[in-house]
């Protein structure tokens, strides 16, 4: 009886050590996406996806490991390296946040057990695609060899620049916003087909459907970077529904700052990136209890 009780015991906490990794329980229904990104994941999983998620009754851990304009070169190059130069921003399954410095993207890896990995080319190079093929070839089979087989890869489609935008990077699309969107689109596709990722999030088609409606071109603080509001949403909503696959409960929840009819094309916008991730869809919204389309 007593052998028996002794080995029912190990086998308990052999239990209980496979269910905590890093101090924190694991959730089966919890989901844990981790973005190894820049200013542009910033704008758009550290504001509003946790809230989005929340009002939808849904549990998420959202990672996010930030180096202000960072390329796909540099995140191979710290890989290789293994250098602790990441703030690791971090948001429980709690809405708890939290910012840890000099952190390295294995160490983030190793924090959580992820459910998703997501990657993007810093804004100037987005539709490049050939500055995408070595550092990505390198950094995807390093997180092959970390992760194993259970973890899902997403490409985070990002946006093109407002037309006054005075960012340097603009030169490389002609300083066209048009020209710069079907560039990234072109990329994204490719980097999704060669590279194959389970999951691509179509922010930048969901901020260009957005810009058809009333809202115009009005969605970014400095001509890059996304509006603090209305902006961030969009692309909040747009992960939302890649990841859960419904739409975002705009009705539910949505920012200070973003009226109802704004929320409205928020959604719209990102179901209909969801749908036609490499399309612009021309939007029809009502505003200010008139229905148009720009």
Known sequence: MYKIKYLLTILFIGLTSLSVVYGQSVNNDTLRVLAIGNSFS???VEQYLYELADAAGKKIVIGNLYIGGAPLSLHWENIQGNKETYRYRKITA????????????????QSEPWDYVSLQQASPLSGKFDTYVEPLAG?????DSVQGPD?????????????????AGFAN????????????????????????FDLLVPSGTAIQDARTTFLGDNLTRDGYHLNLHIGRFIAACTWFESLFGEEAPTDRYRPEGVTPEEAEVA????????????????????ALGQEIAK
Do not use: C
């Open 42 to 44: 910033e704008d758009a």
């Open 94 to 109: 709690d809405g708890l946040k939290s910012t840890h410095e000099q952190v390295s993207i294995l160490t983030a890896l």
């Open 139 to 143: 950094i995807k089979h390093f997180l």
């Open 151 to 167: 973890v899902k890869f997403i490409w985070h489609q990002t946006w093109a620049y407002a037309p006054n935008s005075t960012h």
């Open 173 to 196: 699309y002609g300083k066209d916003q048009q020209q710069m969107y079907d560039a990234i689109m072109k990329a994204s596709a490719e980097a999704k087909e060669q590279f194959g």
């Open 267 to 286: 959604k719209e916008a990102a179901h209909a990136a969801v749908k036609r991730p490499f399309k612009v869809t021309k939007l029809k919204v009502k």
